[in-house]
């Protein structure tokens, strides 16, 4: 009994262990199985994003080239359109040969010129230098260039985006225009003549040129220096010309339209209501257009040039111009010993009680003064202020021409009363500048009870205080001559107000840069200072000028 028992269990005890044996196979295979399962799933999953991440990588690229040939075509147009611009900026079209210098419809069927040595043009080298060469139809040029047409040339050219340039040479002078391919003004005539047909022009052919046309006559054969040149210019059509200016150098003609007869200029016998009805002062171009104009240019004492280029230009409506320009030979500046000797002679002492004491440190305040004032840099802020008053006064009006007739009476001397003159126009000082600077006015010494007078009618177009003049008035008298009185010590004139020859514009002073009281008069054409000394014994619009064609 006890023997069975224990085989009993025994064998329960065996068949245990072998079903724990076979669970624990069960769960092993069913944890290998969920294993693989997992690694399964994530090896799809895996390749899923795989698949995706090649298939964004591909799109990526793709866009990155599409985009790099779209520049790359962008930047070859780009490219061609620029070299062709440069290619074709400027074409020679015509090199002819003129049988004279009229209008250029007298040349059209002029035959072409056998040799191009009539005409060159010069390239400047990027070395320093030039290089020359004859022209000849169909050259082209891309960069700034300087052409040349010997007596009785004429040349067409093509320059992109403006039309077409002629220049023409007449049978006696040359003909010199310099072109520039990356400039806004793009053109410069240098000496002779040239015009453009517009590419807007309907008319397009050389009659645009007729339209424009002009004569022009000069009161002198040569100009000098700190002098005052008076031109007459008769317009062919004026209903035709939109703009007209010009300069003397670098400064600015000022044109007067004359509304009167040919044959009435400034002379003693013209009415002055009829040849200045419209005294206009506009800086290099105007657009009141009469068919006889008057052009008036300062010229610079400070000039030592052997000649200096006269321009005149006149505008179409439509985008032509034309523009003739010469060579004008220049004096050389020589004080005026009439108008020195009468200045002297006119001198009238003040007795000294009349000067206020003089400060013992008067050179050191007068040098801190200098250096604070010319280290700032404010006498070009100065000057900035007051172009705008020499180059943009408003007409006069009808009603001042009465007054104007003492224009043609010599230049009053602009104070009561004075000591002497302690500094004449064109001298060369060094009070504020260590290598000299040009006097462009004239300095009467004199107290501060002196008073300062109109020298001629006017109208007074500013009254101000500034930093390097100190207290200033300037006189208006027409045809853009002015007059400024400066470093006075108190104003006895308002701006707008009319001025008869002797009204009382303020009183001596030593106002602004100034080692003493005087007053620095100037006489100026626009914004050009020039000598009054002359005018003093004679007015430059006394008579009528013995007037000389200049030729084309």
Known sequence: MGSQADNTLGRLAMHTAQSDKRSARSKTALARAKR???RKRRGNSSGKRSARNKTRAAYLSGASLGLLLLVTAAGSVFLAFYLTRQMDFLVVREILITNSAAAPSDASGAANAASGSRAMIALALPGGGEMTFPLAAGNTCDRDCRIELAPGVRAIFSILGHGRLYAESSLDARTRVRVFAHKKDWWRLDEGRAWLIGSDDSVGDDRELARLRFDLESDRETI????LLVLRLRTHNPEHVARIGGA?????LLFVPVDAPNDISISENADPAEISAALLA?????????TLMLAYAGVDC??????????IWSFGHKGSWYMRSWRVPLEGFAPDPAGRSLLARSARPYPRSVYPPVPRDWWQRWIIKRDTIMEASKSGKDWQRLEAVYTNAAPLGSDFTDEERGLREPLRIPIARYDMV???YGVVRTLTVANGSWHRGVDFAAPPIAEARAPWPGMV????????SGNMVVVHHGFGIYSSFMHLSAFRAKPSARLRTGDIVGLVGTTGLSTGPHLHYELRAGNCAIDPTPYFVRSPFAREPAWKMLQE
């Not at 000098?224 to 002098?227: R, S, V």
């Not at 506009?282 to 009469?290: D, E, L, R, S």
């Not at 177009?461 to 390097?468: E, Q």
């Open 302 to 311: 400070a000039l030592t040039n052997a000649d200096q280029r006269l321009a």
């Open 461 to 468: 177009v500013f009254a101000d205080t500034t930093i390097t």
């Open 422 to 424: 302690s500094s004449p």
């Open 248 to 252: 003397l150098g670098d400064a600015p």
């Open 282 to 290: 506009v800086p290099a171009v105007t657009t009141n257009i009469a």
């Open 36 to 38: 693989a399962k997992q």
């Open 224 to 227: 000098k220096a700190g002098g």
